[in-house]
């Protein structure tokens, strides 16, 4: 019994990495980032989670590449939504204030390579979310860094994706005789 299960799990991993790309994150002097300042929590741990999030979204967004692809990331700056008030309890606890006027931004560098090596795609970006107060998708989600991670999907939405289905559309095809 104990076989199979190890069996099963190990042909679920080989089936759930069918569409991953391989994801590498480097994170550029996180302690000078604009903010990543927790409101009761220890400097560097909050920082240490607050890289182990992103480096799950990124992660994430590699299971919806194609297999053997390859994304370099290299995080310059995070800025996330809110901002720490340490008067707005009056107890003397810092809270992180949510609003409009506080937008999450990110700064990164990305390379994304294919099954080849061949660079596909790559940039600077500078992403900032004006509008995260008025998405539906991030307004019922009670996630840490929802608005974040938010951002991330909307950018691999609408600029790493294409551009990786643009790439597959430009390959040649390349059929297989039957042996004979």
Known sequence: MRKIIVLCGLAALAFSSVHAAEVKVQWQDPEKFTDIRPAN?????YRERVIRKFDEF????????PEGYNLDVTVTDIDLAGDVDYFIS???NA?????????????????LRDNHGEQVMQAD??????????SIRSAHNSDEFRYEKQMLEDWFERELKPGV????????????????
Request: avoid cysteine; hydrophobic fraction near 40%; charge should be positive.
């Open 58 to 65: 990124f992660q994430q967004m590699g299971m919806k590449l």
């Open 95 to 111: 809270l992180r204030v949510v609003k409009d006027i506080y937008s999450p931004a990110m700064k990164f560098s990305y390379v």
């Open 41 to 45: 929590d220890s400097r560097k741990s």
């Open 90 to 92: 009056g107890a003397g």
């Open 165 to 180: 289905e643009q790439h597959q559309h430009m390959l040649p095809k390349v059929s297989v005789k039957p042996a004979v």
């Open 125 to 134: 970006e500078k992403l900032r979310d004006m509008g995260f107060m008025q």
